[in-house]
């Protein structure tokens, strides 16, 4: 079961893509007057439990399963709303899971009412030390010394420059963060306090649930952003749009 959609006419297939690897064609099961199943065949011994255990040790076939079901699900953004399932959630029969989906029918309706005609931006931002780092006016255009006493005071200095580059990084991103949130109908702020990645530290990674009336407002927010920030030694980048992943869990 790839995700459940809610429309208003009966999704097309014609470009959804075919789905995980074994599987049969994408099809949809009728759920109730306007909301649909993209469902696929899943041949047990590729997707039993016991042949996925084994999967699961494998680390590029997780993989490929995940970018697989993902474009499923992101082939049906254009609906008014959509709701992911996990990967790997996997029914006996069509029945079993019309049945799972009509038992949590009052949670579904709770998730369709949040993200109907919205879409999930990602944003994140890295920080160029090099860029950023700004010498205390202290140290600023003072010789080197060459004493212990000297060599320690030196390090010391770097240190405390370190942590208050650390220290307006995280207001800096924080008031970023803020303003978008006002452009967004629910926002979220995932861990990402100097997590290394490609280009430097990333000091933020957030996902954003924005009206599809406020899409273009958020998106000039978002470059606005991007170049005032640059302007400091912050790379932001702005993804999506996306079904919303991190807003349909209670």
């Known amino acids: 079961m790839y995700c459940l959609v809610a429309a208003s006419r009966r999704p097309s297939l014609t470009r959804v893509p075919p789905g995980l690897s074994g599987m049969g064609r994408v099809r949809l099961l009728d759920v109730s007057r306007g909301r649909f199943l993209a ?7 590729r997707y039993g439990e016991d042949a ?20 499923v699900v992101e082939s049906f953004i254009a609906a008014s709303a959509v709701l992911p399932m996990k990967l790997f959630t996997i029914f006996t029969s069509d029945d079993r899971a019309l049945e799972h989906v009509q038992r949590d029918a009052s949670r579904i309706d709770t998730l369709l009412r949040r993200v109907a005609n919205h879409h999930e931006w990602g944003v994140r931002v890295l920080l160029d030390r090099a860029r950023a780092a700004i010498p205390p006016a ?51 702020r995932r861990t990402a306090s100097e997590l290394p990645v490609q280009g430097g530290p990333l000091v933020l990674d957030a996902a954003f649930l924005v009206p599809t009336t406020r899409t273009r407002p ?33």
């Open 39 to 45: 469902v696929a065949d899943a041949p047990l011994d």
């Open 52 to 71: 996925i255990n084994r999967g699961l040790s494998d680390l590029d076939w997780v993989a490929r399963a995940a970018v697989a079901h993902e474009s």
């Open 138 to 188: 202290a140290t600023r255009g003072r010789p080197a010394v060459a004493s212990g006493r000297g060599y320690l005071a030196e390090k010391k200095a770097q240190r405390d420059e370190a942590a208050e580059l650390a220290r307006h990084a995280r207001d800096t991103v924080a008031d970023v963060y803020d303003r978008l949130a006002k452009q967004s109908g629910l926002a979220k």
């Open 218 to 250: 958020f998106q000039s927010l978002a470059a606005r952003e991007a170049r005032a920030l640059a302007r400091r030694g912050y790379r932001l980048t702005l993804s999506g749009p996306w079904p919303p992943y991190n807003f349909i869990q209670d």
